[in-house]
């Protein structure tokens, strides 16, 4: 893995020195302009960065980026970055998501920013309420 965009979103490099951008599957980030941003992308980059990854895509998101799951050292970095609290469960309509229990057991837990941030605004409400955040 070479690059971490943000708490969600990594680019891998690779055999064919080609670059990819991909999206994690089941989890959702706080945005960068938002609190606890920064914090959920140091987390990605201590588990990711300069790592092997295996990815396991499962198809593509509207921004044309890859979406799945990144395996590093036989650990699914998305579900581990639930389990530290520095991302949510995805949330369908009709389902709190494939990764909720690890959720409640990090805000159990008092880890990542549940501690920090008791009334944390998840991030699909933060882009619905305040739109995406600038670009750098």
């Given at each position: 893995?070479?690059?971490?965009?943000d708490?969600?979103?990594?680019?891998?490099?690779?055999?064919?020195?080609?670059?990819?951008?991909v999206?994690?599957?089941?989890?959702d980030?706080?945005?960068?302009?938002q609190p606890?941003g920064?914090?959920?992308?140091?987390?990605l980059?201590?588990l990711?960065?300069?790592?092997?990854?295996?990815?396991?895509p499962?198809?593509?998101?509207?921004?044309?980026?890859?979406?799945?799951?990144?395996?590093?050292?036989?650990?699914?970095?998305?579900?581990?970055?639930?389990?530290e609290?520095?991302?949510?469960?995805t949330?369908?309509?009709?389902?709190?998501?494939?990764?909720?229990?690890q959720?409640?057991?990090?805000?159990?837990?008092?880890?990542?920013?549940?501690?920090?941030?008791?009334?944390?605004?998840?991030?699909?409400?933060?882009?619905?309420?305040?739109?995406?955040?600038?670009?750098?």
């Amino acid at each position: 893995m070479v690059a971490v965009t943000d708490g969600d979103t990594l680019t891998l490099r690779l055999p064919d020195a080609q670059r990819v951008t991909v999206r994690l599957r089941d989890i959702d980030a706080p945005e960068m302009c938002q609190p606890w941003g920064p914090e959920a992308k140091a987390a990605l980059s201590e588990l990711a960065l300069n790592k092997l990854a295996i990815l396991t895509p499962s198809g593509r998101d509207g921004f044309g980026r890859v979406v799945g799951r990144i395996t590093v050292e036989e650990l699914d970095v998305g579900r581990r970055l639930v389990e530290e609290g520095h991302a949510w469960s995805t949330r369908t309509r009709y389902d709190r998501g494939p990764l909720v229990k690890q959720e409640r057991m990090a805000k159990a837990l008092g880890r990542g920013l549940h501690p920090q941030l008791p009334r944390a605004v998840p991030p699909w409400e933060w882009r619905r309420d305040k739109g995406p955040c600038p670009k750098p």
